[in-house]
């Protein structure tokens, strides 16, 4: 793929490629030129098209590798079993896309469908988009930076044909990158419910979700919860309950008593998950009452019962 070297501090502004944010960019005639340019209509046709989306829920991580994709990936499957439910679930880990895999969607490369984008569906009710079926191959790497990066995902937003959607959950890289900024500065006009952040018990997890919690005040963008994923383990060779490892204690909890945000729950470490991400398969199916699924549904509760609270306080905002 094509490399674009350019990090002028203006690239991500809407004046952009209008030589204004530009002054003493070393880059200043690509940014010139246009690319990655933000016009203000692309906010618009993005707030457009977000209109046929009821929820937009962020997923986010401190540190990468703690779950976030696994969760993205699960929400979806766990909304979707209300086939009266329409969701979307869009992939905009620009560096380590792993939802093709999780999805068992591995191959798929982007569908045309009129001027846009269609996603790709693993169920009737539920559509996928990532970042991954851009890609020639599983390992081919993107090496998008700046503008270009934004433009993919100001293109993801605006030209991917979602149609009437209840649900569209975002799967983001780790950390506070531009990819965050964008999304957030996209959707913030469509109104975003808010985010949900994931984390592991350990302290080196923790410490960035701090940050991460800091990003979404600075930006204000709600938080919705966060998740203790790989909280405890489940040995699978025992069988009672009594012998099943308890969750951690401190880690999450106290993180966020501390800092007043909502614990919505801890999924223990189990086995059966990495195996069905590399199955591409949902470990609901093939685990429907272990602890782990058990965790996720009470999760998944939590954020539903949390969306409609958003969604009615809009309405009466609307109304009054
Ligand atoms: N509760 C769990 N128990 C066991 N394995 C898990 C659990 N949650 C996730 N995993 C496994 O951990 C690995 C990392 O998960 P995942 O890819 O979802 O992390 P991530 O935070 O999205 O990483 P990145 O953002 O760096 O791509 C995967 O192999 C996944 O199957």
């Known amino acids: 793929m094509e490399e674009v070297p350019h990090d002028c501090p203006g690239a991500d502004s809407a004046q952009a490629g209008r030589g204004a944010s530009c002054q003493g960019c070393p880059n200043q005639r690509l940014c010139a030129s246009g690319a990655g340019a933000t016009p203000d209509?692309?906010?618009?046709?993005?707030?457009?098209?977000?209109?046929?989306?009821?929820?937009?829920?962020?997923?986010?991580?401190?540190?990468?590798?703690?779950?976030?994709?696994?969760?993205?990936?699960?929400?979806?499957?766990?909304?979707?079993?209300?086939?009266?439910?329409?969701?979307?679930?869009?992939?905009?880990?620009?560096?380590?896309?792993?939802?093709?895999?999780?999805m068992g969607l591995e191959g798929e490369q982007v569908h045309q469908s009129g001027s846009g984008w269609s996603p790709v569906y693993v169920e009737d009710n539920l559509g996928v988009m990532s970042v991954g079926f851009l890609l020639s191959?599983?390992?081919?790497?993107?090496?998008?930076?700046?503008?270009?990066?934004?433009?993919?995902?100001k293109q993801f937003l605006?030209?991917?044909?979602?149609?009437?959607?209840?649900?569209?959950?975002?799967?983001?890289?780790?950390?506070?990158?531009?990819?965050?900024?964008?999304?957030v500065r996209y959707l913030a006009t469509a109104h975003i419910d808010g985010a949900v952040i994931i984390t592991t018990p350990q302290e080196v997890s923790l410490q960035d979700v701090r940050k991460e919690?800091?990003?979404?005040?600075?930006?204000?963008?709600?938080?919705?919860?966060?998740?203790?994923?790989?909280?405890?383990?489940?040995?699978?060779?025992?069988?009672?309950?009594?012998?099943?490892?308890?969750?951690?204690?401190?880690?999450?909890?106290?993180?966020?008593?501390?800092?007043?945000?909502?614990?919505?729950?801890?999924?223990?470490?189990?086995?059966?998950?990495?195996?069905?991400?590399?199955?591409?398969?949902?470990?609901?199916?093939d685990a429907p009452d272990s602890p782990a699924t058990l965790a996720y549904r009470s999760i998944i509760q939590r954020i539903q019962e949390f969306c409609n609270l958003h969604q009615s306080k809009e309405e009466n905002l609307i109304s009054s």
Request: charge should be negative.
């Open 137 to 153: 191959s599983p390992d081919d790497a993107v090496i998008w930076r700046g503008p270009k990066k934004n433009g993919m995902i």
């Open 158 to 183: 605006r030209d991917v044909d979602w149609g009437e959607v209840d649900y569209l959950i975002v799967d983001t890289p780790p950390g506070t990158s531009d990819e965050h900024l964008s999304v």
């Open 41 to 102: 209509t692309a906010i618009e046709e993005i707030k457009e098209k977000m209109k046929t989306v009821k929820h937009k829920i962020l997923v986010l991580s401190g540190k990468g590798g703690v779950g976030k994709s696994t969760f993205s990936a699960h929400l979806a499957h766990g909304l979707a079993e209300d086939e009266n439910t329409q969701i979307a679930l869009l992939d905009i880990d620009i560096c380590g896309p792993s939802i093709p895999k999780i």
């Open 213 to 285: 919690i800091n990003f979404c005040r600075k930006v204000k963008l709600p938080i919705i919860g966060v998740v203790e994923n790989m909280s405890g383990f489940i040995c699978p060779k025992c069988k009672k309950e009594s012998q099943i490892f308890p969750p951690t204690t401190g880690g999450a909890e106290l993180m966020c008593q501390d800092l007043e945000v909502p614990l919505l729950g801890r999924v223990p470490l189990d086995p059966l998950i990495g195996k069905n991400c590399d199955k591409g398969q949902s470990f609901f199916i």
